[in-house]
């Protein structure tokens, strides 16, 4: 996988705690330059550390549905609007391979799961994460458990562990920008170049769009005639991934 893919994929992939999500097929503006939509409602961050706490777990509500709703798109737009516009590209190309990637996948997955996922990451970098999965209980968000820490324009955010009591911080912070919150993660904080890595990876994946698509003909094929084994299959995985690069 290349630098800048990693870096996309971490930078969401955090946010699940090693969950792994997808997207649901609908239309979208890739343009670079299209404006960030309003965020949900409850964003709007008013005066006051109780207003904001609200605010901030809006944010968390709505990570939370898109990703039980496997919208990646909604995801997307929880984020820094600095975020958005590479990952709505990337988004945008990945829609249309999404269901041959889902069938490879799966096929892969009979074969040797490791070899399923690397797969995945390397053509669907954009994921669906959900930030509160461990707070939920029968399917349902335990808020109680919830801390927020608003100093100023940032906040952090932790969920309590009712097995020990202790409190364990998320990997993503938040940032009040024109007078909403969005989600950052900390990726985006230890690694100022990302954004600009983001957008270089937004590229190549539009320039190799046709060349993506071929080899996933390829590997379609190669799976379908049982050219693909338990002995090889990481090999071709990794020769997948080389060529993407």
């Not at 979208?28 to 404006?35: G, I």
């Not at 952090?156 to 990997?171: K, W, Y």
């Not at 390829?218 to 990481?234: C, P, W």
Request: aromatic share 2%.
């Amino acid at each position: 996988m290349t630098r800048t893919r990693t870096a996309v994929a971490m930078s969401i992939s955090l946010l699940a705690f090693g969950a792994i999500g997808g997207c649901k097929d609908k239309a979208s503006d890739p343009s670079p330059a299209a404006a960030p939509a309003k965020p949900p409602a409850g964003r709007d961050a008013a005066p006051g550390a109780s207003d904001d706490v609200a605010a901030i777990k809006a944010v968390l509500e709505a990570m939370h549905q898109a990703a039980a709703k496997q919208d990646a798109e909604a995801g997307v737009r929880c984020l820094a609007p600095q975020l958005q516009t590479p990952m709505l590209r990337m988004l945008a190309v990945q829609r249309p391979l999404e269901p041959k990637v889902r069938d490879i996948a799966s096929r892969l997955e009979a074969i040797d799961p490791l070899s399923s996922t690397v797969f995945s990451v390397n053509v669907l970098p954009v994921r669906t994460p959900d930030p509160l999965r461990r707070a939920l209980q029968d399917g349902r968000v335990q808020w109680e458990r919830v801390k927020v820490e608003v100093a100023g324009d940032t906040a952090t955010c932790a969920l309590s562990d009712g097995a020990d009591g202790q409190d364990r911080a998320l990997p993503l912070k938040f940032r009040r920008i024109d007078g909403r919150w969005y989600a950052v993660p900390e990726s985006m904080d230890e690694d100022p170049g990302i954004i600009d890595e983001m957008n270089r990876s937004a590229d190549k994946m539009e320039a190799d769009r046709d060349k993506t698509a071929q080899a996933l003909d390829r590997l379609d094929a190669d799976l379908k005639s049982g050219k693909i084994t338990q002995e090889n299959v990481r090999e071709v995985i990794r020769e997948f991934a080389r060529g993407l690069q």
